[in-house]
């Protein structure tokens, strides 16, 4: 059974869900893209074929300077976080051509791996560069998972949360589909100390504390918070079923 046809089996609903294409779209005409500028560069072409090797390293130099983690630590910190394990179920969500999604692919073994990102475009190049058995593409919105409950063991979201129109309902989504004792991992945007939340075309600037409490708020525990310049980490765990660890 290919990756496609097991993500669609996880669906709320596969009604009217082509399952012939290289990647599932739930969304149809729909467009949850937000209308800032900053939002809608990723439906353009160029974008999906500069992203990996110039847009993303530029992105992480803004976030976390010259002098801050290279790509490859990056990525090592966010996958150390997430503690993938053999054959866990995991969602990357805002996966862009699916340059983190192939690292957890990698890491869940024979897992169903899930990138989800709203462009058709970023999702059609990720597709096209998919190069693991288990991994899966579906064009979707954040804030409004297409998934049922409690589906996957390890939920991500790295460097796009803070680009979503509504973030903190594409969190909430976050938690609600990962399972009992799973884990969240996001890397965001981060505010200044002495800074609120701040926001400016279509790019959202989490407060401090923002993350770290709205998960709280969620019932999450084991939250970690590791802040660079611009930049934050954060993971959590959803408590186990019947509240063990």
């Known amino acids: ?17 082509d399952l012939g294409g290289d990647y599932l779209d739930v969304l149809g005409q729909r467009d949850p893209i937000g ?16 992203y990996e090797r110039h847009w993303r390293p530029m992105v992480s130099r803004f976030f976390f300077g010259f002098s801050g983690p290279s790509e490859e630590e990056e990525r090592r910190i966010a996958l150390e976080m997430m503690r993938i394990g053999e054959g866990d179920q995991v969602i990357d969500v805002g996966c862009g051509t699916g340059n983190y999604t192939r690292h957890l692919a990698q890491a869940a073994g024979e897992g169903l791996t899930v990138g989800l990102d709203a462009s058709e475009t970023m999702v059609a190049a990720a597709a096209e560069r998919s190069d693991r058995p288990n991994l899966a593409f579906l064009r979707g919105d954040a804030c409004a998972l297409p998934f049922e409950d ?16 509504e973030p903190m309902v ?19 945007s981060c505010a200044r100390k002495e800074r609120q939340r701040g926001a400016r075309n279509g790019l ?17 525990g084991e939250i ?11 993971v959590a765990q959803k408590p186990a079923a019947g509240g063990g660890e």
């Open 150 to 165: 409690e589906t996957f063991d390890v939920a991500c979201s790295v460097g796009v949360i803070h680009m979503v129109e």
């Open 35 to 50: 209308p800032h500028r900053g939002q809608q560069v990723f439906r353009r072409k160029f974008v999906a074929k500069v």
């Open 1 to 17: 059974m290919s990756a496609v046809v097991q993500a669609a089996g996880l669906l709320k609903t596969d009604e009217g869900v």
């Open 170 to 188: 594409a969190l909430g989504e976050m938690v609600r589909v990962l399972a009992p004792g799973g884990r969240i991992v996001i890397l965001a």
């Open 204 to 220: 959202t600037t989490f407060g401090r504390d923002e993350l770290t409490g709205a998960l709280r708020e969620r019932g999450l």
């Open 224 to 234: 970690e918070q590791k802040v660079i310049r611009r930049g934050q980490f954060v």
